[in-house]
Structures are given as C-alpha cells and as structure tokens.
C-alpha cells in the first residue's frame, strides 16, 4: 500500500504531470466557452435587438450573439489572438484578452448579458473525469 501511495504522490507533486493535467483541463474550459457561444449559450442567451438583427443581416454576418468577426471566438482558442492560457506553480489562466468579453458576460445598459463563461453539469463533468483519470495515472 505504501508502494501505492508513493507513485499516487509522485504523480500528482510532478510539475510535468501537473502540467499535463492543467493544458488538458484548459483546453476543455475554452472549448466549452467556445460552444456557449456558438450555441448562443444552449438557447439562454438573449435574443438580439432588431436593430442588430437587421445588422448582421444587411453585413452578411451569422444570425448569432456575440459572433460577428469572430475575434472573440478565436481568441477563446488556445494560441488564437488575444488568447490568455498560461500554465504555471500548478496553476492555470485561461481567457481571452478580448476587451469587448466583459461587456458580453456582464452586458452593458443598451446589452444584455450574455456569460459564455458558464459551465454547465456536462462540462464540469468531463473536467472531473480528466482530473480522475489523472489521477488514476491514465493521462
């Protein structure tokens, strides 16, 4: 049992396996954020105003809040534009440094809040079972 407990703590006090663990575990937090957005929060987003509607229409761009360039999106992706994922001391940051990003999550006085950060039951989830199979010494 002693033999099991030694490569337990090993395991989890190496910083390379640490690391491993936390890209995994970031990447799957900006994706879910990814697919927020693209799903216009799983249909709990606000609708748009008619005259963003009417927009978006007239410039071509999708029929989807907080797309229109994608900047947002892309800097949602790891080593995209504005990207923020850094792994360090066992730590990670993971978000965009996107400027308008604060006024979608908290909305603004003419936008309503629209928080692509929310996890839902089926991301946090996945989270859990890459940090158990981390654990368990499969990752």
Do not use: C
Request: without cysteine; proline residues 4%; glycine residues 12%.
């Amino acid at each position: 049992m002693d033999e099991l407990f030694a490569e337990l703590e090993r395991r989890l006090t190496d910083p390379a396996s640490q690391e491993r663990v936390l890209r995994k575990l970031g990447g799957q937090v900006l994706g879910a954020w990814r697919e927020n957005i693209l799903t216009s929060g799983h249909g709990t987003f606000a609708p748009l105003a008619d005259r963003t509607l009417s927009e978006k229409i007239a410039g071509g761009y999708p029929l989807i809040p907080l797309i229109r360039e994608r900047h947002l999106l892309g800097s949602l992706a790891e080593g995209g534009e504005n990207n923020v994922f850094e792994v360090r001391d066992g730590e990670i940051v993971v978000g965009t440094g996107d400027l308008k990003a604060g006024w979608h999550k908290s909305g603004t006085e003419r936008m309503p809040a629209r928080d692509f950060t929310e996890l839902r039951p089926e991301d946090l989830g996945l989270m859990a079972d890459t940090t158990a199979a981390w654990v368990r010494g499969d990752l």
